[in-house]
């Protein structure tokens, strides 16, 4: 089962603007993943984020983790047209290594 | 590094007939590979967790004799989906883990393969 919420389902923002994303996680965790998948492509690794992590920043992102509400954000600052894909989160369940997907945001910037 | 592979990226066949989709991991070895199925506009739900040298764990509502996986080399995985019928139609992505190192944490995913049964 999907473990991960996120919201929103969808944004669209201008170019240049800023993204945020949620998501809300329900059992504990060893690390939180962010995922991007343009249409119809497979999944890039964006960057992940361990329990005992609070804020990561990787070039135009920044990951945030509140393990006492089991949330977390990313944002993207300065928005690009090639930002336009689908974006999930991602945890870890128990020691098995499968990943349980959140539903996903999807984001569309218009130049 | 960490590349994976699938092929085919698409394949279209007639309902009834079986589908072998190949999941490699070009550059490392990959003691655990994972399949996943995803609908239109849908998110990644995992089918089975697939184990080199053994058999594979499915989630539950998973058919393991419908989706058949063997895991013969630390390289390659495959799925084959047996008497495939229209509701089989989705995007399959398979992903690896790597055997060793911090990279354990990350899975690597393929660029996925596109099955349409008629």
């Known amino acids: 089962s999907q473990q991960g919420e996120e919201d929103p389902q969808a944004l669209s923002i201008q170019e240049g603007e800023n993204a945020t994303m949620n998501c809300s996680y329900k059992?504990?965790?060893?690390?939180l993943q962010w995922y991007r998948q343009n249409s119809g492509r497979g999944l890039v690794h964006l960057i992940l984020?361990?329990?005992?992590?609070r804020e990561k920043h990787s070039g135009r992102l920044r990951v945030t983790l509140d393990t006492s509400k089991k949330s977390s954000s990313l944002l993207i600052t300065a928005s690009r047209a090639a930002d336009t894909a689908s974006y999930f989160c991602?945890?870890?369940?128990?020691?098995?290594?499968?990943?349980?997907f959140g539903q996903g945001t999807t984001l569309q910037v218009k130049p | 590094g960490a590349v994976v592979s699938q092929h085919p990226s698409w394949v279209i066949c007639k309902s009834g007939t079986s589908v072998k989709i190949e999941c490699r991991s070009l550059?490392?070895?990959?003691?655990?590979m994972f399949w996943y199925r995803q609908f239109p506009k849908q998110s990644l739900m995992l089918m089975a967790t697939?184990?080199?040298?053994?058999?594979?764990?499915?989630e539950q509502g998973v058919e393991k004799d419908k989706f058949l996986i063997n895991h013969a080399s630390l390289t390659l995985s495959t799925l084959t989906v047996t008497s495939a019928h229209p509701e089989d139609s989705s995007f399959y992505i398979c992903?690896?883990?790597?055997?060793?190192?911090?990279?354990?944490?990350?899975?690597?995913f393929g660029p996925g393969t596109r099955l349409t049964v008629l």
């Open positions: 550059d490392f070895q990959a003691t655990t």
């Open positions: 992903s690896a883990r790597s055997t060793s190192g911090r990279a354990r944490e990350e899975q690597f």
């Open positions: 984020i361990r329990s005992n992590e």
């Open positions: 991602a945890s870890p369940a128990s020691n098995t290594g499968k990943l349980i």
């Open positions: 697939s184990n080199e040298g053994s058999k594979a764990t499915y």
């Open positions: 059992t504990s965790i060893n690390n």
